[in-house]
């Protein structure tokens, strides 16, 4: 069966809020944008994932409610984690460990440095994960946790900057 992995770090974040925490801190007007548009990429390219499973923050929650509000269909199955917030492969590989196997596409939303060292380990390939940038990846694998062992195929990285049209 074919795994296809969207990899996405959230949308740019204010670094002028009054938020008390790092992990408190919200989208940008940038970043506000830049989710939606990123949606409708990946909703054109056929990638809409089945499932998001995300860092808690709130920029990643903003981007994600961003992403879901812009015309695409709806995905049942969004998790926030705790344990994916300033992430990496290890804590990745213990999510995917409880995704059901009906997923096909997952959208991984979250921070760097983890997701340019996770999207690295996945394909072999580096590729720079700015604000909203998405890594699609391929795998063939049955199960989620094979996947997450396995090799993968860096398809296309979305990049809003490189958007046109949308």
């Known amino acids: 069966m074919q795994r296809r992995l969207i990899v996405m770090r959230h949308a740019k974040s204010s670094w002028t809020s009054s938020a008390t925490s790092d992990h408190e801190r919200p989208l940008n007007g940038r970043g506000r944008k830049d989710a939606p548009r990123i949606a409708a990429a990946l909703h054109a390219r056929g990638w809409w994932p089945d499932a998001v499973v995300s ?38 590989h213990a999510s995917a460990a409880t995704w059901p196997q009906r997923w096909e596409t997952v959208l991984l939303l979250g921070h760097n440095p983890g997701w340019e060292a996770l999207a690295a380990r996945l394909s072999d390939v580096w590729a720079e994960m700015t604000t909203a940038n998405a890594a699609l990846l391929t795998c063939e694998a049955e199960r989620w946790i094979e996947a997450l062992e396995g090799q993968w195929e860096l398809e296309e990285t979305l990049r809003p900057k490189e958007l046109t049209g949308l």
């Open 55 to 92: 860092s808690d923050a709130t920029r990643t929650r903003e981007t994600w409610a961003l992403m879901a509000a812009a015309d695409v269909p709806e995905v049942a199955d969004v998790r926030f984690e705790p344990g994916l917030y300033h992430a990496g492969w290890r804590e990745v």
